[in-house]
């Protein structure tokens, strides 16, 4: 009989949760990448092969715990996008999103990042919210007018970096 997961059997006897990088995400030079992750306008980023506590303001436990398998499911896509298997079901679907069985693919990479490995600290970053003022609303037209006349006072907004 196959053992069921564990999701991270063992880790909480400090009665802390805890998240783990496995290192299994890789940089430009194929080694083990930092990776970060946005939630509630903050940027938390874990270093490669660390287990780090996770602790979030004004969470309880039990959200804790959700949140942080929600960031190793967010991982493991992360890491399954990387792979050959993945690039070979874009190009066999005519690079359309590739569809495929989450819990066969992501599975061992969800359970690596609930796994313990050396404990480290996670960074903690607050991303500024953009403030309401910038926001524009949209313009009515007429039928047949101009719409590069009608918007030509409007400038394009650059993304920041997820």
Sequence with gaps: MEKENNYGEGLYQDGVFY??????????????????????????????????????????????????????????????????????LVKKGGFVPATYDEDRTLGTSIQACLTPLPKSQVIVRDIPREGERNLKGTKAVANGQDLNKIFEDYEIPTLGQQ
């Design 19 to 88: 998240f783990t990088n496995p290192g299994l995400l890789k940089d430009e030079n194929n080694k083990p990448a930092d990776w970060s992750v946005l939630w509630n306008n903050r940027e938390y980023t874990f270093k490669a092969k660390t287990t780090v506590p996770l602790i979030i303001a004004n969470e309880v436990p039990e959200n804790i715990q959700v949140i942080r398998k929600k960031f190793a499911k967010k991982y493991a896509q992360a890491v399954f996008h990387q792979s050959k298997e993945y690039k070979d």
